[in-house]
């Protein structure tokens, strides 16, 4: 057994585990092994009953301790006949990438399992390492502007309502010092918006919560279930309050499913109000 072969448990690195490696990979694990001293073959898995031996290894470059990538022993079947055949997995990165399909490489051909493990299994590369950094520096600035994008966006909340009322008996002079005209439209509106979004806010709040929800239910067209939410009376054309009759009356201009900012929403024939 060559020194940089380590059979060793993947828990506990200072006990030795007591079995050889398997049969199949023994040829290939050796191979390498002697040709690549700077390489450290350990087991990834300990199959603690089975009798054939260690079958899966984790690659280590002894220098670095980086992980150059893996093989292990996988065991196919043929869904035609039945088959079973014992093939090499070797898997790592550049292998993944470089494979339109699939993450790893099989063969069970020696030859060929010693070539492409020596064709892919290397240090990393300078260019390799920086893209690494990329790759880091980017979720890194991400988390960062995530955050202050969040500071920013909750002081903005807190600080706009008293930016307007400081505005607002001044909103002409200030609508004259936007140069840009598409912007000064827009903003020509906001006050109005304001208003609106905050009268969306009170009846999405009241009908969530259900409270003094007053609500309108036309009944054949002859009666109406009018009360404030959950509690109802039963009232006729003739009786309907005069001032419901004219919310109900501007809400059945609209179609099923509008809302009339300020004063309510229509669903069929229930009309909710404010």
Not at 135 to 144: G, H, M, S, T, Y
Not at 192 to 206: F, G, I, M, P, Q
Not at 237 to 251: A, C, F, W
Request: aromatic share 10%; hydrophobic share 35%; net charge neutral.
């Amino acid at each position: 057994m060559f020194p940089n072969i380590k059979l060793v448990d993947p828990d506990n690195p200072d006990q030795e585990i007591q079995s050889d490696i398997d049969p199949f990979m023994k040829p290939l694990i050796l191979a390498l092994a002697e040709k690549h001293p700077d390489w450290l073959f350990l087991p990834k898995h300990v199959y603690r009953n089975s009798n054939s031996g260690v079958c899966d290894f984790k690659v280590k470059y002894k220098p670095t301790q980086e992980v150059l990538g893996s093989i292990d022993k996988e065991i196919r079947y043929s869904r035609s006949n039945g088959n079973r055949t014992t093939v090499y997995t070797i898997r790592n990165d550049r292998i993944s990438e470089a494979r339109e399909r699939g993450s790893n490489f099989q063969t069970g051909k020696l030859r060929e399992a010693i070539k492409k493990v020596e064709k892919f299994f290397y240090p990393q590369t300078e260019a390799e390492l920086v893209n690494l950094a990329i790759d880091r520096a980017r979720f890194i600035v991400q988390r960062e502007y995530r955050d202050v994008r969040s500071s920013y966006e909750d002081a903005m909340n807190r600080v706009t309502p008293c930016m307007f009322n400081y505005l607002q008996p001044m909103w002409d002079t200030f609508l004259a010092t936007i140069p840009d005209v598409t912007a000064r439209e827009a903003a020509s509106k906001l006050l109005d918006t304001k208003e609106a979004l905050s009268k969306y806010a009170e009846l999405e709040h009241a009908i969530h919560f259900k409270t003094k929800l007053l609500t309108v239910h036309i009944v054949d067209d002859t009666y109406y279930s009018v009360g404030i939410h959950p509690n109802v009376e039963r009232y006729t054309s003739d009786t309907l309050p005069e001032d419901i009759k004219v919310k109900v009356g501007l809400l059945k201009l609209v179609g099923e499913g509008q809302v009339i900012t300020g004063l309510g929403v229509r669903v069929g024939q229930t009309f909710i109000f404010q």
